[in-house]
């Protein structure tokens, strides 16, 4: 692990790629247009591509992010992580156990947990990883491995639950990513809302706009609660 | 990594691991059962299952070889390696770059290298690796992904030009074991010959047997040439 920004790491839009929904476009094409319209984290997801091939994307990727300070996330991928210099991974129930992870990767690695369930949220409560990946939020075509949705009173209540930064994924897109905000969630992730968009830069712009303008209500919400 | 043996590992008799291909008997069954029947080297092969249930394994096999003395190398998956703390891994040309593989593991680790053709097996001269996996040997229908078969008369040119310990895998069994032995190969590496034989013990016993027998046959056919 290596480069720039490590903890506390700006997760307000979260990009999973998805070589398979991305319109047969490359995948760094797409992460180099969101990259510059307002994804604040990217994460690498390859689950069919040999090890060799998942290194160079990761290493192209990276020099696509780096300059704009976005850090670089891999999904499960401790090796590929570790070879390319990104700047944590992302795992899941059935990777590699958080302890592993964290004694390999270091204190500065950025590492996210996606919590499937109450019972593993509550788990996911007493370790130190950087953000929980609250999956899925509504239940989406992408991944089929996952369990029921959390949906958005699940989500508002493991809001009121977890000290963890909170991350929603599946189903997201322009219509409800308002909604997710408002749920508590302290930021987006999106897969095909983007891969799939016919303009991946317009989409992110839009979702990232979105994000804003409900980290503002949010803020003024506050305020308005404590003047009262 | 840490643990045993590292460096100049013993690979005359090397199981790989294929659950598929192990009739439905655990694969840490088929371990023991060959780790105690002669078999000096193994590798852990596995492509469809999560990274926790490869770790979970690892570890399992790992408890059984370690105090046998009997290195645990893992294919392609250094993160699995690491997590596990087993002696190395054995990387194809589709894995990680061996240099990236040397620098993550260190030293003492133990890598091994697939080549299937003569110029990989030229460029794995400029490598520091541990052996090379002259793959496959044979034609066989556990790996498609590979190219054309080295045969016997490929392996006899190989040993006149590569410094390094060879491995022969692809279609060994007691039947050929002795001719490859004598063609120049320092072990051989198996995977139905032990995986799929009805007593994986016994399997191990006689390929053992065959290839200390070989051996002592070159060394003495090396001292006839010095005594002559």
Partial sequence: MDGGMKHAPDVSLYLVTDSRLSLGRPVAEVVRA????GVTIVQLREKDCSTRDFIALAR???EILAPLGIPLIINDRLDVALATGADGVHI???DMPYGNARRLLGEDAIIGLSVGTPEEARMAEMLDVDYLGVSPVFSTPTKTDTGDAWEIEGLKILRTRSRH????I???NQTNAATVMAAGAD???VVSAICAADDPGKAARQLRAIVEKSRRRKILKGCQKKAS
Same sequence: chains 1, 2.
């Fill in 34 to 37: 969101a990259a510059q319209n």
């Fill in 60 to 62: 192209r990727v990276r």
């Fill in 92 to 94: 899941g129930q059935s």
């Fill in 165 to 168: 930064r909170l991350v929603a």
């Fill in 170 to 172: 599946g189903g997201i």
């Fill in 187 to 189: 930021g987006i992730a």
